[in-house]
């Protein structure tokens, strides 16, 4: 097992490595002169000269390279304009927004998505097979930041169910204290239900419109993959052999549907990541998107550039778990790997 | 005085809902089985003859249901009897085991673990009990050391093994009829023989009644007191099995009977009785003293092993045949140094079970992979020497052509029948122009009696038959020297093999080729071939004429091949 | 099990070798037993349409405010309503057609060329070729896709044509793969073998066998990438980047209407939302109704 791990550990660090060249490549792609906006619209040619010594743009781009993944061992990634802190404590402050953000709305993608995959194969062509492909179309159809609009529009404007989409806590609540960054937990660990309350109150509409997105891929692929598993061979033996239903759905068809569901975690996760951009700043999310979207709009693209580097050497880690995830459910890949 | 029909079907008839309507795929058949009888139910495809033992099973796919008539089991009617009265029935009275046992069982779970789903099922264990229950089970079928095995996936074990554990899943529960569908279609003949043994062994000790569906007669006959044969959907005649295999009453049992290969007859006695008869006589056999045509020398292919050979896995390459690795041994010998000559006009037939090596020594000597050394000669020129990346680019490729074992496979789905002969005389044969192609396919597709109006159509419009017909005018198109064939008949139904092995017999003497005819069935290389060569392990174990080797042979390895075949009782 | 189809021979198999005329038999078979796909191709026409022709027939012009109208929601002089400015809704929504289709068509168009012949030559011929595109491909999917497109069009500059780049950029690995994938598979078929036999080179039989067969999973991926190109870009404009205000493009409409909807003024984000919806949806059907046109095995 630890070789296991060790030999997917060894595919993941070229991985790593490919992000941080991608990264770097970007940061020096940038239109005109890269110390020019670096600098900021209102630098002086001093400044600008300055910021072009520091970011070591007057060397050899090998020695740029170098000297950028010195900067990163040591966590520097630069500075940001509009906030006037370190980029990387800023992204360290807002990623447990973002975390629980995308956590919840996965969670909650697959509550609704895998069950209803599973009955849409067992009960082909019944209502509820229907159901589970006209949301799978509509849920890929459906642009992430559509949904959260008309989701505000009806549960806050219409209804009145939720409150305004202005962050994680509204004006009377203050943030619990901090364990995980995490509000829910936090909460619950301080034994205040009532910001409890109020911070799931805040995450819910947010975290239902990335369940929206993330549920079409997550349900066509459980009902592919359950489809094709009770097609098979072996269910048609375990049928052959009496076993009651529970047994060959579940213990037969499901465990091995759910192989080709958990790979296309990945991908799920890529899109996931990408929707949260959209959802922070639908909502207002206090989240490394919207500092990202932020950013960008004030031409500040230190941030710009954490941010996409950051994301991306998480990504890579999740990608991981997920394989060594998969390594522990399938035993061809445990024993013959 | 009929004893009371442990199973009784009446009238049965299955329907289909397709796309072109409802199909009957069974139509009014009656079968009756008693306690303790062994049934064959014979048919090539689409006879129905499987449609009939899920229609027993209520298994049938979602598009099919029973129209008509009657299912008795001990009583018991099966037709009208609620789903959850056959859950319990399945398994534990009647139960079935299937084609291709490896993929029947469950990748991810532990084999002794499926075993204990079934025996807990059926309370035929409890927890505390299952797994001593499930290692007993897997000893009576014969697998060695159960408690290790019980352990084991299905990918870790061989083909035959695999098949033991599906049969262990269908017995475990001793239930009283057992109906067992083409159980060791793609088995080695050896491993074939092994598995019917298990069986027969199994079910006589307990009084069980078992049904073999098959297309191979000469298993039905081997195995089976009583024989169903069924046609379209239609049973055609029942009867005892010697009364069957000495006097056949039907017109299509006869044809069957006489499409079978086997001892003491030649290939035309394959058609039936009222077919036109072959124009060419059996050609003389090759004249001696002519140059080699082919000559194979020390030819040796090497694969890297992957991972370690020890452990589970080395000693499982042991079992079912191949070489025991020793830790570190890092390649595997395919082939491994075996050397033959082909001379012109005559035919060489290469055999071996599955593993031998002698698909990889086709592949060579069509110049489709390299060998790893060893020197392949043709006419005196060493076409080893040229790689197989430009072996398309050499004048030799139009001398040294291939018929492929599937003819599905071989065809581009895109092309149609008259593109695909075509294509050797666009591509290698210059000086030709459209309307001379044209007529080249039509002169070809009427040499293999493949009608010219099909010529239009795409392989998933042709049946087996015609496509394989297909493969052969492609392959004959320029006229080679030397064609290869690997097994091109084991996809095909019985009586159309019977015409194409005519077929192959009579475009040899025409165009006067020589054949290099890989198979496993040792009964239609007799007929085709005039020596034999015997592969095992990638070494050659025997050579000689058809004749010698297929009826007086030396190595025990081929005596043991030869005893494996099943043939009816005499 | 099922019944024996295949063996008997077909029946009604067409005579000449017009393969376009029956392509055209068998679309008009399959649009005529799925209604659904019937819908989309329609729909896809009519998208088609309002791209080419839309800027000439729309009642407004798309630029012009006229501030009396402000937030007036939709009426029969404004089927869509006004936006803040006066704008016209619907003349916007259907002008903003021809920019939407106009990149997702040339995005998809890049990707195709560059992402499916390198993923074809990578299957095919294997080793470094393999190697290279399977590096790129890696290193593109390392990010979240849409995480990438922000840096990529952060970098090269906020354009209308960086979008075009940064959605062929995303979509790369994707294409690649699938290529990659159908020619590995095609690459040992006996067919091929079959061509190598009959004199057929390399390159010949990557031009001639491999991508004939490989060209109807290729379309179905293109018409469902279409529909991603269009969320990709709208998602991207959502967020300030690429497109512009004034003009027209449905992500930044609805960006623009975002901030009404607190105050219930609905209809400035929803027409634009609701046009991307129909057009990616469209996108979606066809595909898999393209799949079941192109697929030879389907034919009867």
Not at chain 3, 73 to 102: E, K, N, Y
Request: net charge positive; glycine share 8%.
């Amino acid at each position: 097992m630890p070789t296991q791990i060790a030999k997917r550990l060894a595919t993941a660090i070229p991985t790593l490595i490919g992000v941080v060249i991608v990264t770097f490549l970007l940061t020096r792609v940038l239109p005109g002169d890269t110390a020019v906006y670096f600098a900021g619209p209102a630098a002086t040619p001093q400044a600008i000269e300055e910021v072009r010594k520091n970011l070591g743009l007057d060397k050899p781009l090998p020695a740029q390279f170098a000297d950028y993944v010195k900067g990163l061992a040591s966590g520097n990634l630069g500075q940001s304009l509009s906030t006037g802190q370190p980029v990387l404590s800023d992204i360290r402050t807002r990623l447990p927004a973002s975390a629980e953000l995308t956590l919840s709305g996965l969670l909650l993608a697959i509550l609704i998505a895998v069950p209803l995959g599973i009955v849409a194969a067992v009960r082909q062509g019944s209502w509820i097979d229907h159901a589970c492909r006209i949301v799978a179309t509509a849920g890929v159809s459906l642009p992430v930041f559509f949904s959260g609009l008309l989701l505000v529009y009806v549960f806050y404007y219409k209804l009145d169910w939720a409150p305004p989409p202005l962050g994680r806590l509204d004006v009377f609540h203050s943030a619990p204290h901090y364990v995980t960054g995490f509000y829910l937990i936090d909460s619950l660990l301080a034994g205040n239900l009532d910001t409890f309350r109020a911070a799931l109150a805040q995450l819910a509409l947010p975290a239902v419109t990335l369940a929206v997105f993330a549920l079409a891929p997550i349900t066509r692929m459980t009902r592919a993959s359950m489809l094709a598993a009770l097609a098979s061979d072996f269910v048609r033996t375990a049928r052959a052999n009496g076993l009651s239903f529970y047994t060959v759905i579940v213990t037969y068809a499901f465990r091995n549907a759910m192989l080709p569901v958990v790979t296309t975690l990945g991908m799920v996760f890529s899109f996931l990541l990408g929707a949260n951009v959209l959802v922070e700043k639908v909502f207002a999310w206090p989240g490394i998107g919207s500092y990202a979207v932020d950013a960008l709009i004030k031409s500040d693209y230190a941030p710009v550039q954490g941010f996409v580097l950051v994301m991306g050497i998480l990504y890579v880690l999740l990608n991981f778990l997920i394989d060594l995830l998969y390594g522990i459910i399938d035993p061809r890949v445990r024993i013959e790997g | 005085m009929a004893a009371a029909q442990l199973l009784d079907i009446k009238d049965l008839t299955v329907e289909f809902a397709t796309r072109r309507g409802l199909v009957r795929a069974v139509e009014k058949i009656d079968i009756s089985l008693a306690k303790g009888e062994t049934l064959g139910i014979v048919g090539e495809s689409g006879s129905g003859k499987s449609v009939t033992s899920y229609a027993i099973m209520r298994i049938l796919d979602r598009a099919g249901r029973i129209a008509e008539g009657a299912i008795t089991f001990g009583g018991m009617d099966l037709r009208s009897a609620s789903e959850s009265r056959m859950r319990d029935l399945r398994g534990s009275e009647i139960s079935m085991i299937f084609q291709n046992p490896r993929a029947a069982l469950n990748p991810i779970r532990k084999i002794g673990k499926q075993i204990e789903d079934v025996l807990l099922r059926h309370g035929q264990a409890r927890s505390s009990d299952a797994r001593e229950k499930a290692i007993e089970v897997l000893t009576q079928v014969r697998i060695a050391r159960p408690e290790e095995r019980y352990h084991a996936y299905p990918f870790e074990l061989s083909g035959g093994m695999c098949q033991r554990v599906v049969i262990a899943l269908a017995l475990a529960c001793r239930p009283q009829l057992l109906i067992a569908d083409e159980p060791t279609t793609g088995l080695d003949v050896t491993t074939q023989k092994a598995v019917m043994e298990l069986i027969v062994e199994l079910t006589r000790a307990r009084g069980m009644s078992t049904i073999l569906i098959t297309h191979d007669l000469g298993l039905a006959a081997a195995y089976c007191g009583k024989v169903v044969v069924m046609e379209k959907g239609k049973v055609v005649e029942a009867a005892k099995s010697e009364t069957i295999f000495r006097a056949p009453s039907h017109r299509y049992t006869r044809k069957l009977m006489r499409a079978t290969p086997r001892p003491g007859i030649t290939l035309r006695d394959l058609l039936p009785e009222d077919a036109a008869q072959p124009s060419s006589e059996r050609p003389s056999k090759a004249a001696k003293g002519r140059p080699k045509l082919l000559s194979v020398r020390n030819l040796v292919k090497e694969y890297k092993r992957q991972g370690q050979g020890g452990g589970l896995s080395g000693s499982l390459a042991g079992i079912f045949g191949g070489k025991k690795t020793e830790p570190g041994d890092a390649m595997f010998r395919a082939v491994d140094g075996i050397g033959f000559d082909i001379a012109p006009g005559e035919s060489l037939g290469l055999v071996g079970e599955s593993g031998c090596g002698k698909s990889t020594t086709s592949m060579m000597v069509m110049r489709l992979i390299d060998p790893t050394s060893g020197g392949i000669f043709f006419k005196g020129e060493d076409i080893g020497a040229v790689p197989a990346r430009n072996f398309a680019r050499s004048p030799w490729r139009k001398h040294i052509q291939m018929v492929f074992q599937d003819p599905t496979d071989s065809l581009n789905p895109r092309y149609t029948a008259a593109r695909a002969i075509a294509d050797p005389l666009l591509r290698l044969d210059d000086g030709t122009d459209k309307r001379s192609t044209r007529a080249r396919v039509e002169e070809l597709a009427g040499l293999v009696g493949l009608p010219a109006n099909l010529l239009g159509r795409f392989p998933h419009q042709l049946s087996g038959g015609q496509k394989a017909r297909v493969g052969i005018a492609r392959a004959i198109a320029l006229h080679p020297e030397l064609v290869i064939l690997d097994e091109p008949t084991a996809a095909l139904d019985v009586s159309v093999q019977a015409v194409v092995l005519n077929l192959l017999q009579e475009l040899k003497a025409t165009l006067g080729m020589s054949y290099l005819f890989v198979s496993h069935d040792l009964h239609v290389v007799r007929l085709l071939c005039d020596r034999v060569i015997v592969m095992r392990q990638g070494r050659i174990v025997e050579e000689g004429s058809a004749e010698q080797v297929l009826e007086a042979p030396k190595a025990a390895y081929t005596r043991e091949l030869i005893a494996a075949i099943p043939h009816p009782p005499v | 099990m099922s019944p024996a189809e295949a063996n008997t021979g077909a029946v009604g198999a067409p005579e000449s070798a017009n393969a376009l005329a029956a392509t055209l038999r068998h679309a008009r078979y399959t649009f005529a037993e799925n209604p659904v796909s019937g819908f989309a191709f329609f729909l896809f026409v009519l998208l088609l349409l309002c791209a080419a022709f839309g800027p000439y027939l729309v009642p407004y012009d798309p630029l012009a405010s006229d501030t009396s109208a402000a937030l007036a929601p939709p009426s029969l002089h404004h089927l869509f309503g006004t936006d803040q400015i006066g704008r016209d809704i619907f003349s916007r929504v259907i002008v903003a057609t021809r920019l939407d289709m106009s990149i997702a068509i040339a995005s998809v168009a890049l990707v195709f060329a560059l992402g499916g012949l390198a993923g074809i030559a990578a299957g095919f011929f294997g080793g470094w070729v393999d190697q290279v595109v399977g590096r790129l491909a890696d290193t593109i999917m390392a990010f979240p896709l849409f995480v990438l497109a922000m840096g990529i069009v952060a970098a090269l500059g906020n354009t209308v044509t960086n979008i075009v780049i940064a959605t062929a950029i995303i979509n790369f690995p994707l294409y690649a793969r699938v290529a990659r994938a159908e020619a590995n598979i095609r690459r040992e078929a006996g067919f091929v073998q079959a061509a190598r036999l009959t004199g057929n080179g390399d390159i010949r039989i990557l031009l001639t066998q491999i991508l004939p067969n490989i060209m109807p999973i290729m379309v179905v991926q293109m018409s469902l990438t279409m529909g991603y190109a269009i969320l990709n870009a709208a998602g991207l404009s959502f967020i300030g980047l690429g497109v512009r205000p004034p003009t027209p493009e449905w992500g930044i409409m609805v960006a623009e209407g975002a901030g009404f909807i607190v105050s219930g003024d609905w209809w400035i984000a929803f027409f634009p939302g609701l046009a991307l919806m129909l057009a990616v949806f469209c996108f979606n059907l066809l595909g898999d109704g393209l799949r079941d046109i192109v697929d030879p095995q389907r034919r009867s």
